[in-house]
Each structure stands twice: as structure tokens, then as C-alpha cells.
């Protein structure tokens, strides 16, 4: 299968920083992230992944990456296809709030393009729910929720969605990180991808767990309290809206944070996914509103996710 013209589009749905804080506009254009090359995509037949293969990597040379206007720590890892964490590792003068237009972020390459070979006791534990796949336009859409039941906090998880023909054979696959970098102890959070074509052969697909991460020991001490959310569903469209209070012990004025809607079917499955990276005064109430939209089928229920950094 030709890979020329092929993207994969990270349903993360903002490419850079808006405060939540003053006079805050409704979250609720659809701008799914494009990314420049696709680092960890295969093609063509490929060993069945597991949660402890070393993952594919397309080159051992590493590359540099010009910060523009809205990127983000976060969109510049779906970006490439690595962790945020390999990224700090590779650049540890980089300040991730702090990042200037023009500056240069080394992108990993090689065995710390993905951290590969997660604890064994993990696998077990770590399950994906609602595993769903739509054609959507030309393209394939497809997301899930990876649950945590491992009893220990966990971040920076990655998936790998495993493309199959009707034979069962695999076809491509595509390494992603998760919607959020935290994982904690009985939660949950969206994984997903969007191609913009859709493989040649398709007939399903799967989604494996294939790195994670223990969560850092001593807590940020960072906290978002949501004080009240509603819902309003119309269709392939959802609305979530409500006030947050962001915490935190150490004197910031302003701290940033990630907020994602993912939208349920009847059935549970996820079927859209809307995140957005900002910011947010401490200890003041702030309001957020988010529209997510589905990829094919009514809308159900929106789970509201949110952490702070």
C-alpha cells in the first residue's frame, strides 16, 4: 500500500493554548491535529503487536522541530508520535509552558522514540472498553477507552491500533498516545486516531496496549475541582458546560491544564472526542463550555476528563 498522501490525524482537537480565564469563547470548531509525517505508522503485513514488543520506529536519527505559534508540549508528541515524556528526557532545558516561537525541540528517535515494555503486572490490569471503528467520509475513524484497574496511578500510556483485511491479516499499524497524560488508579481516558484514507482492504481493527508509564511518585500538588457540569445532547452533536476551580500548593498565579469531552453512544462506545489545552488563574472560578461531535452515531453521554500540569 502506497504510503504517499497518507496522514494520521490525532482526534485531539486543539493545536495550542487558550485561557479559560475572562471572557471565554465556546470550545467548538473541529480541528483535528495533522501530523507532518508518520513516524510510527506501518504498512503492508506486520507482526501481531504486543503489550511488550519494541515498537517499529521509522529511523534511529533524531529530528528537530521548530516550535510555531500554537503548539503545545502535547501536540507537537501526537505530532511525531512520541511520548511527552521521551521529549522533556530528550530536552531537559525545555520548559513545557515556557516553549518560544522559533525554538528547537529535539524529537527522539530510535529505542526512546516510545517507551516500549511495560510492567507485565500492568497488562493484566489495563483493559480497553468500548472499542469502536467508523467510516467517516473517505477516511477511518476509531477510539476507546483504556480503563485502569491496576490499583497504582499510571501516565503517559500509548496504544497501538492494529489495521486488519478480511482474512484477518494485519495491514498497518499506527502507535498513539492517549487524549491525557494521567492515568490514575480505577479511571479511565480516551484513546483515539483518525486516517484520512482508509486502508486498502479494511475489514477491522484492534487496539493493544503497547507502553506506560508508574506515575511520578510526589504529587504536583495541582488540582482541578469541577463545581457542577451540564449536558445538552442534539444528535451527532454534545454540549458540556460548567465552572472550575484550578488548586494549587506551589504560588503559581496561573496554571495549565487539559480538558477533554468524549462522547458515548447508547451502547458506551466511544464515537468523538474534543480536547483542549489551556490555562487557568488559580483558586477563581472559571466557566468552560465544549461541544464534541460524533463520528457517526448519536451521542448518548459525555464524560468530562481533566488534568492540570
Request: with cysteine; aromatic share 4%; charged share 15%.
Amino acid at each position: 500500500m502506497n504510503n504517499k498522501g497518507l496522514f494520521v490525524l490525532i482526534v485531539l482537537l486543539a493545536a495550542g493554548c487558550t485561557s479559560l480565564g475572562g471572557a471565554m469563547g465556546e470550545i467548538s470548531q473541529l480541528t483535528p491535529y495533522s501530523t507532518k509525517t508518520p513516524p510510527v505508522r506501518t504498512q503492508d503485513t506486520v507482526p501481531t503487536p504486543t503489550p511488550v514488543a519494541v515498537t517499529p520506529v521509522p529511523t534511529a536519527t533524531p529530528r528537530i522541530h521548530i516550535v510555531a505559534l500554537t503548539d503545545t508540549i502535547s501536540s507537537i508528541a501526537l505530532q511525531y508520535g512520541v511520548t511527552i515524556d521521551a521529549i522533556l528526557k530528550a530536552n531537559p532545558d525545555v520548559e513545557s509552558t515556557l516553549m518560544i516561537v522559533g525554538d528547537e525541540i529535539l524529537i527522539p528517535g530510535g529505542e526512546t522514540a516510545i517507551q516500549s515494555d511495560p510492567d507485565p503486572a500492568l497488562v493484566d490490569n489495563l483493559h480497553f472498553d468500548g472499542m469502536n471503528c467508523m467510516v467517516s467520509g473517505g477516511g477511518l475513524w476509531c477510539g476507546a477507552l483504556l480503563r485502569n484497574m491496576s490499583g497504582v496511578d499510571l501516565e503517559f500510556p500509548v496504544a497501538v491500533f492494529t489495521f486488519m483485511d478480511g482474512n484477518g491479516e494485519n495491514i498497518e499499524t499506527i502507535n498513539v498516545p492517549a487524549v491525557m497524560r494521567k492515568l490514575p488508579a480505577g479511571g479511565e481516558i480516551p484513546v483515539v486516531v483518525f486516517l484520512e484514507d482508509l486502508p486498502a482492504g479494511y475489514a477491522g481493527a484492534r487496539v493493544d496496549l503497547l507502553s506506560v508509564d508508574y506515575a511520578a511518585a510526589v504529587s504536583s500538588g495541582k488540582n482541578i475541582q469541577v463545581e457542577g457540569s451540564s449536558i445538552s445532547l442534539d444528535g451527532l452533536a454534545g454540549t458540556i458546560s460548567g465552572n472550575l476551580v484550578v488548586e494549587t500548593d506551589d504560588g503559581s498565579a496561573k496554571i495549565d491544564l487539559t480538558l477533554a469531552a468524549a462522547a458515548l453512544d447508547a451502547d458506551g462506545e466511544l464515537v468523538g472526542v474534543r480536547r483542549v489545552d489551556s490555562s487557568a488563574a488559580v483558586d477563581e472560578s472559571v466557566p468552560f463550555k465544549i461541544v464534541v461531535y460524533s463520528s457517526g452515531r448519536d451521542i448518548a453521554d459525555i464524560i468530562l476528563f481533566a488534568e492540570a500540569y
